[in-house]
């Protein structure tokens, strides 16, 4: 099915009604110049719904609706583990991580390490996250983003990529670059009912035709019975995919540090919730989210196990010619990535085409806006603000906030196309982000939660850590990522209980936080939500284990 004038109409219609809309929330109100609080931190004002809408339009991009489709047709349920366990990893985020944050009055995530130890970490911090922003999170949307705008408009043969990376990029820069953080929330509100209902169309339609019969709830029981291998959380050890989801290890283990680091450290993350009316509203937004990631597997991967059915063939399943050949990487593997638009290009009827081309293109869109404006954020106000230009106006640390997000999005649509045809684009990104990633948690967990971590043990820790991991990644340790992962995190925690006890001369680290009961007294909704989606991810686990 191609694209119809109908679905251009509906598909152009939200391009401009999103860009409208950003650029209209973020106007400066009469009397009054957007300064640095309001273009970073949207004026502090956010309440729960957008807090929570916004962490999500944030997370939900290309990786899973192209990444992680990809990896539910080669790995089936199991993959949802990042999902679910990333709806606990919010709770304990909103529990136990925002009281302080928020207390401490943060634009950013390395003000934090220089509050508790000094401004030379935060500096090595905020120079590696800006680099990881531009080279690693925004190049993987772009092409992620552009590979499947050229499956669902072209020939999927990539003549179209470039072309849908620079469409992607002026979308995201038309209203963030002006509106900033207020702009990027308050559309992300639209953009993520846009892109729950257009990847539950997808879903539903696939299953409608997963069996000549026809029938959601007959797919469903078809792909069910026929791929009932892909419906395991908890993966083997002779399951092919295991060194990507080590078992019991993805519970107890590796999967921890990325959910912690992602959701609790991570600048184009967290940052919705610094700009809260209030710690109440933020918990509230976060327990708000976690909801919504129980729901995320039913419209990302699901269709990837569809995708995995029909490319199988089992008796039973609609005969669909060529689809070997659509999938082909042409070195004789699978190119998995393709199962999402693929989906939408062959099933999705034609004026539902647009809404569901919008939906994903939503989903782009609102991570772009969220890393482009996280990364101006922490240059202007970690970098440019205290080495460049101590004394810069607010007019001037916003012109170069925007500045700084147009020159990253340049340098990541340069290196976008060099991404290339990787088979599992969501794992890849996991993994050598979690080179990084576990001595940084490490850090952050020391500095918070133990008063006699130093400074000059957070960075012998973090610099180890990258060391740790390396020799970890060897082949001559044959270890899952994901446990070389938790592995590295503990050797760097004992790295730096050990360099603070044997340097430092006293009993607590005069930066060291106190912590008090208070701190981590939470309101009656929190509370309940968080027994709900404990209760429900129980009951989840314990049908699909």
Do not use: C
């Not at 106006?393 to 170069?400: A, C, G, M, T």
């Not at 740790?468 to 992962?485: G, Y």
């Amino acid at each position: 099915m191609q694209f119809s004038f109908i679905d251009y109409i509906v598909f152009v219609g939200y391009l401009l009604g999103i860009i409208v809309l950003g650029l209209w929330v973020s106007r400066d109100k009469k009397g009054h110049q957007k300064d640095s609080k309001d273009y970073f931190l949207a004026s502090k004002s956010l309440p729960w719904w957008a807090i929570g809408t916004s962490l999500i339009a944030a997370n939900i991009s290309a990786e899973q609706f192209i990444g992680m489709s990809g990896s539910g047709f080669a790995v089936g349920l199991a993959i949802a583990s990042y999902e679910w366990m990333a709806a606990i990893t919010l709770i304990i985020v909103g529990k136990f991580f925002l009281p302080v944050f928020i207390e401490k009055q943060l634009y950013t995530i390395p003000e934090f390490i220089e509050q508790r130890f000094s401004t030379n970490l935060k500096t090595i911090l905020a120079v590696f996250w800006i680099g990881l922003f531009i080279f690693v999170n925004l190049t993987s949307v772009l092409f992620l983003g552009g590979k499947a705008i050229d499956t669902i408009l072209g020939n999927g043969d990539g003549s179209m990529i470039i072309y849908a990376i620079l469409g992607l990029s002026f979308i995201a820069v038309a209203y963030s670059l002006y509106g900033g953080l207020s702009a990027v929330a308050w559309t992300d509100v639209v953009q993520v009912a846009l892109l729950i209902i257009g990847g539950l169309i997808t879903s539903v339609f696939a299953l409608n035709y997963v069996t000549p019969d026809g029938g959601v709830l007959n797919g469903l029981s078809h792909v069910f019975n026929t791929a009932g291998e892909k419906f395991h959380m908890i993966l083997k050890r002779d399951n092919p995919e295991y060194f990507n989801l080590p078992g019991v290890a993805v519970l107890i283990g590796g999967m921890w540090v990325a959910n912690l680091y992602y959701w609790g450290f991570n600048q184009y993350i967290i940052q919705r919730t610094f700009a809260a009316k209030s710690l109440k509203e933020a918990q509230r937004g976060i327990a708000f989210a976690a909801f919504l990631k129980i729901l995320i597997p039913l419209i990302v991967v699901i269709p990837g196990i569809v995708v995995f059915v029909l490319y199988s063939q089992p008796e039973g399943t609609t005969v669909m010619n060529g689809i070997r050949e659509a999938f082909s990487n042409g070195s004789g593997g699978i190119n998995y990535d393709k199962a999402y638009p693929w989906l939408i290009r062959v099933f999705v009827p034609t004026g539902l085409k647009g809404l569901v081309l919008a939906a994903l293109t939503a989903a782009i869109v609102s991570s772009l806006a969220s890393m482009l404006n996280s990364t101006s954020t922490i240059f202007t106000m970690d970098i440019y603000k205290p080495y460049i230009n101590k004394e810069a106006s607010e007019k001037s640390l916003v012109r170069v906030g925007r500045i700084t997000a147009f020159f990253a999005l340049v340098i990541a649509v340069i290196m976008a196309p060099v991404m290339g045809n990787i088979p599992q684009m969501f794992q890849y990104i996991q993994e050598y982000t979690g080179l990084v990633s576990p001595g940084i948690l490490a850090v952050f967990l020391m500095g918070l939660f133990w008063k006699k971590a130093t400074n000059k043990a957070a960075i012998v820790g973090v610099l180890s850590s990258i060391v740790i991991a390396l020799l970890l990644k060897s082949q001559a340790v044959d270890l899952p990522w994901m446990d070389q992962m938790l592995y590295t995190m503990l050797i760097s925690m004992v790295i730096i209980a050990g360099v603070s006890i044997t340097t430092s001369e006293q009993v607590d680290d005069p930066k060291g936080i106190e912590l008090t009961s208070g701190l981590f007294k939470t309101g009656h909704v929190f509370n309940i939500s968080a027994y709900a989606i404990l209760i429900i991810l129980s009951v989840l686990y314990a049908v699909f284990w």
